[in-house]
């Protein structure tokens, strides 16, 4: 099945934490800047380099070449070009970091299948703990008794969520000694290929956080690559369905039971999951995750599905605590107020902090649309 997404609001997939550079290696020119290649640059003026090999001040000779350099870059050293929003270029002329984005070897950015599997994964997780009482309420014993405790808990309520989409049988979660194998995870069984761009535009955007318990906003100490545009890809079923199914049939019926409400043979099985997202993105919208919408306002369509991809959106640490909102309040103050607490305020909102772009937009969302 073909799958377009178009970003409704600027996106932003990181390439990683090594991959960051300064605005120094930028040239700006009115509202666009171009990304420098620094090894283009030095290779037309290997003159000044041999200048400071000669110099007997080094730490001086290269000062002055950093200097020369500046006043050297051109377009014509540019690895690819970066839109500059409104009011961006006067934040970017003292060094700062700014985080890349998602890019192949021709620097021409594209969205990992991954990204779109793990908000499939958090609308599965969703949907079982939504559904299956059980399965939440060993959730909460287990969040609440770390919680108790004052010891750290993220590492292991990711196992036990993982778990739940699991092929493997397991009778009683242990932290310790329940094993998670990927291989026999039921997401497994749906191929998303990599999303390349039909038309895009990078901007250079500054991430704005916004204290929801103070009345001041703080301003984002990065600034990143977003991209605006329409990518496709496609999302298929393993070819191995079948055979993954038949061989734990016990626990795949199980999962899907937990996921659906009921059967789903494999033809209907994309189509059921599409219909899923949906309903978890409306519980998205509808939480409290509309501290997060800014100036905007987002509605589903019938022949699109809205999806938040990317970095800085925290879909799945939301997720587990709005739930936990609505079933136990005690321990959701205890989290909120207590557990996770990063100063020494009494009163504590959810969530903490938000974060938008400079033009008041979220980061991520974006419009899924199947053929």
Same mark, same amino acid.
């Given at each position: 099945?073909?799958?377009?997404? $178009?970003?409704?609001?600027?996106?932003?997939?990181?390439?990683?934490?090594?991959?960051?550079?300064?605005?120094?290696?930028?040239?700006?020119?009115?509202?666009?800047?171009?990304?420098?290649?620094?090894?283009?640059?030095?290779?037309? !003026?290997?003159?000044?380099?041999?200048?400071?090999?000669?110099?007997?001040?080094?730490?001086?000779?290269?000062?002055?070449? /950093? @200097?020369?350099?500046?006043?050297?870059? %051109?377009?014509?050293?540019?690895?690819?070009?970066?839109?500059?929003?409104?009011?961006?270029?006067?934040?970017?002329?003292?060094?700062?970091?700014?985080?890349?984005?998602?890019?192949?070897?021709?620097?021409?950015?594209?969205?990992?299948?991954?990204?779109?599997?793990?908000?499939?994964?958090?609308?599965?997780?969703?949907?079982?703990?939504? !559904? !299956?009482?059980?399965?939440?309420?060993?959730?909460?014993?287990?969040?609440?008794?770390?919680?108790?405790?004052?010891?750290?808990?993220?590492?292991?309520?990711?196992?036990?969520?993982?778990?739940?989409?699991?092929?493997?049988?397991?009778?009683?979660?242990?932290?310790?000694?329940?094993?998670?194998?990927?291989?026999?995870?039921?997401?497994?069984?749906?191929?998303?290929?990599?999303?390349?761009?039909?038309?895009?535009?990078?901007?250079?955007?500054?991430?704005?956080?916004?204290?929801?318990?103070?009345?001041?906003?703080?301003?984002?100490?990065?600034?990143?690559?977003?991209?605006?545009?329409? *990518?496709?890809?496609?999302?298929?079923?393993?070819? @191995? *369905? %079948?055979?993954?199914?038949?061989?734990?049939?016990?626990?795949?019926?199980?999962?899907?039971?937990?996921?659906?409400?009921?059967?789903?043979?494999?033809?209907?099985?994309?189509?059921?999951?599409?219909?899923?997202?949906?309903?978890?993105?409306?519980?998205?919208?509808? @939480?409290?995750?509309?501290?997060?919408?800014?100036?905007?306002?987002?509605?589903?369509?019938? %022949?699109?599905?809205?999806?938040?991809?990317?970095?800085?959106?925290?879909?799945?640490?939301?997720?587990?605590?709005?739930?936990?909102?609505?079933?136990?309040?005690?321990?959701?103050?205890?989290?909120?107020?207590?557990?996770?607490?990063? $100063?020494?305020? @009494?009163?504590?909102?959810?969530?903490?902090?938000?974060? /938008?772009?400079?033009?008041?937009?979220?980061?991520?969302?974006?419009?899924?649309?199947?053929?």
């Amino acid at each position: 099945m073909r799958i377009e997404l $178009s970003t409704i609001t600027p996106l932003f997939i990181g390439a990683g934490t090594d991959k960051v550079y300064l605005t120094s290696e930028l040239l700006v020119k009115g509202n666009t800047a171009y990304r420098i290649s620094l090894s283009k640059l030095l290779e037309e !003026n290997m003159d000044l380099v041999e200048e400071v090999a000669k110099s007997s001040d080094i730490r001086g000779g290269i000062e002055q070449l /950093l @200097n020369k350099l500046e006043a050297r870059k %051109d377009e014509k050293h540019a690895i690819y070009e970066i839109k500059l929003p409104a009011n961006t270029s006067s934040r970017i002329s003292s060094p700062r970091q700014v985080k890349e984005f998602m890019k192949d070897v021709n620097y021409v950015p594209y969205i990992p299948g991954s990204s779109l599997k793990g908000y499939i994964r958090t609308a599965f997780v969703w949907s079982i703990l939504q !559904n !299956n009482s059980s399965a939440y309420m060993r959730l909460e014993s287990l969040i609440e008794r770390y919680v108790q405790n004052r010891k750290e808990l993220p590492k292991y309520v990711q196992k036990y969520l993982d778990i739940l989409l699991s092929l493997e049988r397991q009778t009683k979660f242990d932290e310790k000694e329940s094993k998670y194998d990927p291989q026999k995870d039921l997401l497994k069984l749906l191929i998303l290929r990599d999303m390349r761009p039909v038309n895009y535009t990078l901007l250079l955007e500054e991430i704005r956080i916004e204290k929801v318990n103070r009345s001041r906003s703080r301003r984002g100490n990065f600034l990143v690559e977003c991209v605006e545009g329409t *990518f496709e890809g496609e999302m298929l079923i393993a070819p @191995n *369905f %079948d055979v993954v199914r038949n061989k734990y049939k016990k626990e795949f019926d199980e999962v899907v039971k937990n996921i659906f409400g009921e059967k789903v043979e494999k033809e209907e099985f994309i189509n059921r999951t599409l219909k899923i997202v949906k309903e978890f993105t409306n519980f998205v919208i509808k @939480n409290d995750h509309h501290f997060e919408m800014g100036d905007m306002e987002l509605k589903q369509e019938d %022949d699109k599905v809205l999806v938040r991809l990317g970095a800085h959106t925290s879909i799945l640490y939301k997720t587990i605590l709005s739930i936990i909102k609505d079933r136990n309040s005690w321990l959701y103050e205890q989290l909120v107020r207590n557990y996770w607490r990063r $100063s020494a305020y @009494n009163w504590r909102k959810f969530p903490l902090s938000i974060k /938008l772009t400079s033009s008041n937009q979220p980061v991520g969302w974006c419009a899924l649309k199947t053929e």
